[in-house]
């Protein structure tokens, strides 16, 4: 039984579903929209940092009213060097892309505790059987990983800590990784939310999505007692194990003749193959479907997965880095691919974190001491290195 009649059906309200209904909103009022989300709000639980640099001047009355913490700069730490990068750092959570969605999004358009149980190009199926019909639809619902390729995985637990005293830190450490390597290339990130409350999340470059939440939360705790730093308070949670992609094929993964709707974010493979961060591409997505001038059901698939395809495209020295991080270097000596990356000038960097590295920049990475043995490096670019993990599955994306 149709229930409902909408232009545009996005399947999700995460980072990149929220993100296209703020850019429909905004740039194409006129389309009645309506975004389905299983959750009872917006966003899941998420704080999600980016680089300013990541963000096209264009591009920024998107995301600039969600930002919550802004820092002009931010440091990394290595065995043998630190570094502070004069590239502005920005976050924000759940809780603004939620707040956001309500203020702007027309009466009608969030569903929120609604799951979608088929998708099509034009119809959506609802968990209580209600069916929308939509001119297009838009699948946004997020991935726990990628069939047909393969890779390795980041495995994280983040918390909000209140502390007895002020932290010290002025800027964000992006990675501390002058930690113990254990079960692969690990580092410890801070970011300073105030005096006394900062976010610290440890983090494994690893072969397996799978560890254990308690002894994550214990390495924080040691971190924060070896900074001096007494806990009052755990103010929140998050943890995720991402998929960092290192080969694979894309026709695979989402083949051309495949006959379902639109996709949007981490379904579509827009994601940084090595950091698995997606919120660049996420922007640059929502920009691009509110310019569209055909938005049917079949012309925005077609344009989607062009889209996807040509990302993919341009992704292959990212995941030929994956491939050297996974295939070549010991699970100890994993680091040292980021440590020689980040001896390379500010705006290399702020390029390959934005996805928008030039043609001349992987020789300019891959130059001076290389990070891992030549023959190693070889053999993992031909496929010979340590084999790459599939990354099907198991993921854990919220
Ligand atoms: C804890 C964590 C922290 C991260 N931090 C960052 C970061 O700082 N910067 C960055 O760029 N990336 C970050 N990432 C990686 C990635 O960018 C995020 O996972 C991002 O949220 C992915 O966006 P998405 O829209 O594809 O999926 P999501 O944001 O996960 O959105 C998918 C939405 O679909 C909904 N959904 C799923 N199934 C259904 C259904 N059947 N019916 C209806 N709704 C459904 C979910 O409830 C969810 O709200 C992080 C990931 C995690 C897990």
Known sequence: MQHDNVDIAILGGGLAGGLIALALAKLRPELRV???EAGAQAGGNHVWSFFASDVAPEHAWLVEPLIEHRWDDYEVRFPKFSR???TPYRSFSSKA???????RCAAGTLRFSREVIAAARTRVTLADQSVIAAGAVIDARGTRGFARL??????????????????????PVVMDASVAQIDGYRFVYLLPFGPREVFVEDTYYAESPMFDRDVLAGRIAAYAAAQGWD?????????GALPVIGGGSFDRCWPADDPGPAR???????????????????VRFAVHVAGLSDLSGDALAHESRRYAAAVWQRGGFYRLLGRMMFGAATPARRYRTLEHFYTKPAALIERFYAGRSHWSDPARILTGRPPVSLRRAINAVR????????????????
Do not use: C, K, M
């Open 34 to 36: 309506a975004v389905i």
């Open 84 to 86: 502070v990068l004069p």
């Open 97 to 103: 892309l939620d707040a956001a969605l309500r203020a």
């Open 150 to 171: 393969t890779g390795g995985w980041q495995n994280f637990v983040g918390q909000h800590l209140r502390l007895a005293a002020p932290h010290g830190l002025v800027r």
């Open 231 to 239: 806990i009052t308070a755990v103010l929140g949670e998050e943890r």
């Open 264 to 282: 949007a974010g981490t379904r579509a493979v827009l994601v940084h193959p090595l950091t698995s961060y997606s919120l660049p591409d996420a």
């Open 383 to 398: 496929g010979r290195g340590r084999p790459l993990t599939p990354l099907d599955s198991g993921g854990l994306s919220g």
